[in-house]
């Protein structure tokens, strides 16, 4: 049984979340200790459980140690098989972080599955809805279908977001998988982006203004910018505006091997709209003027996939989540990982 430290990297619940991932994938069960050991209140939190329980409905995956502040879980994996599924976090915890242990598993699975979740979409400290869906996601389109409907939008502290994600796998054979290579950015061809806020804020027009100030930031870029505005009844107020560059060669974007870079900024209080949308921008330019292929937010996703296919990607800044997810990787697959200044190579062990 693979034994795990969550105390390394991060500290956080990165560990976990890969280690679920990557023990359903390769069906090697594993214990882990000292979960979420580097943050104030560690242990297990609604989110991780969560995790599992989606896993338990998807996989009939058996677990020792479920529970809220549980440091120390054993898993044992089980098989992906068709399932239409529906996970309620009960709070605004993070449905994109939850979605990191499912997303793997299910592309290569050769099934058809079916996730409406409830929980945040646009909470801190995680990957936005928007972000997820336009950034990450075109990565993984090589390798199965998917369709990601944000039905609402769920902010701090009471959640409420739904979305429905549909993925139908085209593969479960690991062997030939072609190399992802990711180390070639051709010019800036447009900026998306989607500008957000609860319903009660529209009258203050505080999508517009987050839209505004960011269009400001990003106008000298000279490529064409299409940010739209997004209001939702949610049971939380809140705000927010992610945005993403299309990069591509002689003027065509690659649907294949997509170039994409995304940020995004969260609304608070005491935070003017328009800081949120300059932000955002300024954000965009420190990525774009790194000349990086994979942005920061998306690199130590991309991580375990890398682990997979192999291959190499040149990212804006190592992070400790990078790390995190390399030091999983490497006990679950025969790969080995080496980082030279920014750029992080994959490489199949036989």
């Known amino acids: 049984m693979i034994q795990l430290d969550g105390s390394l990297g991060e500290g956080g619940g990165a560990i976990l979340r890969q280690a679920l991932a990557l023990s359903t994938l390769t069906k090697k069960p594993f214990e882990i200790k000292n979960i979420r050991k580097g943050r104030p209140t560690p242990g297990l939190k609604a989110q991780h459980m969560h995790s599992i329980i989606a896993l338990e409905k998807i996989s009939g995956c058996n677990t020792v140690g479920c529970e809220l502040g549980s440091d120390t879980i054993t898993f044992i994996p089980g098989d992906i098989k068709n399932k239409h599924i529906k996970v309620d976090v009960g709070t605004a915890g993070s449905i994109t972080l939850l979605l990191q242990s499912l997303i793997l598993p299910i592309i290569f699975s050769g099934k058809k599955v079916i996730i409406e979740l409830t929980g945040g979409t646009d909470v801190k400290w995680s990957q936005p809805i928007d972000h997820f869906t336009n950034v990450f996601v075109p990565h993984l ?13 769920g902010y701090y502290p009471k959640g409420g977001g739904k979305i429905i994600l549909k993925i139908k796998s085209n593969t479960e054979q690991l062997e030939d998988l072609k190399e992802i290579q990711l180390t070639k950015r051709g010019e800036l061809l447009q900026i998306r982006g989607i500008s957000h806020a609860s319903a009660d804020l529209e009258s203050a027009m505080v999508a517009y203004k987050q839209l505004k100030n960011a269009d400001v930031h990003l106008a000298h870029l ?30 065509e974007y690659d649907f294949i091997r997509p170039v994409i870079i995304g940020v995004d900024s969260l609304g608070e209080r005491e935070k003017k709209s328009e800081a949120v949308g300059k932000e955002a921008a300024e954000k965009f330019l420190k990525e774009y003027e790194t000349n990086t292929v994979v942005d920061k937010y998306t690199a130590d996703q991309l991580i375990p996939v890398l682990a997979v296919t192999g291959g190499q990607m040149l990212v804006s800044k190592i992070t400790n989540h990078l790390h995190s997810n390399i030091y999983v990787c490497e006990k679950f697959l025969p790969v080995k990982f080496e980082i030279s200044e920014n750029l992080v190579t994959a490489k199949k062990l036989s």
């Open 141 to 153: 389109k090589k390798y199965a279908e998917i369709e990601v409907n944000t039905m609402n939008r």
């Open 222 to 251: 000279k490529v064409p910018i299409n940010i739209r505005m997004e209001y939702s009844k949610t049971p939380s107020t809140g705000a927010g505006i992610c945005i993403w560059g299309l990069f591509g060669i002689d003027g």
